[in-house]
Nanobody, 117 residues
Framework: QVQLVESGGGLVQPGGSLRLSCTAS????????MAWYRQAPGKQRELVAG???????NYADSVKGRFTISRDNSRNTVYLQMNSLNPEDTAVYYC???????????WGQGTQVTVSS
């Protein structure tokens, strides 16, 4: 089992920055791909950014050039640096990891990000 604890959400003005963190704990052989998703009110959950164990990243077009995903394998932690935030980025952000030899999916509890003046 893997437990994911997220932190770093909050209220920020347009143009501001936030950094999200997600740390995995529990009993697992390995943490594989890690990612951040988000879900805005009335919308489906969407992939924001992902990162492989080797550090290869991918981003949603809407966040390219503004968001950066990174990971610290020694701490089983994934980060999302969010810059130049705008109101369209307002959503609940969820951490997602795949763990073990079967790549079982695990989700964090979500952290609210609100961009508003």
């Amino acid at each position: 089992q893997v437990q994911l604890v997220e932190s770093g959400g909050g209220l920020v003005q347009p143009g501001g920055s936030l950094r999200l963190s997600c740390t995995a704990s529990g009993r697992f052989l390995s943490i594989n791909d890690m990612a951040w998703y988000r879900q805005a009110p009335g919308k489906q959950r969407e992939l924001v950014a992902g990162i492989t164990t080797g550090g290869t990243t991918n981003y949603a077009d809407s966040v390219k050039g503004r968001f950066t995903i990174s990971r610290d394998n020694s701490r089983n932690t994934v980060y999302l640096q969010m810059n130049s935030l705008n109101p369209e980025d307002t959503a609940v952000y969820y951490c997602n990891v795949q763990a073990g030899t079967l790549n079982v999916n695990y989700w964090g509890q979500g952290t609210q990000v609100t961009v508003s003046s």
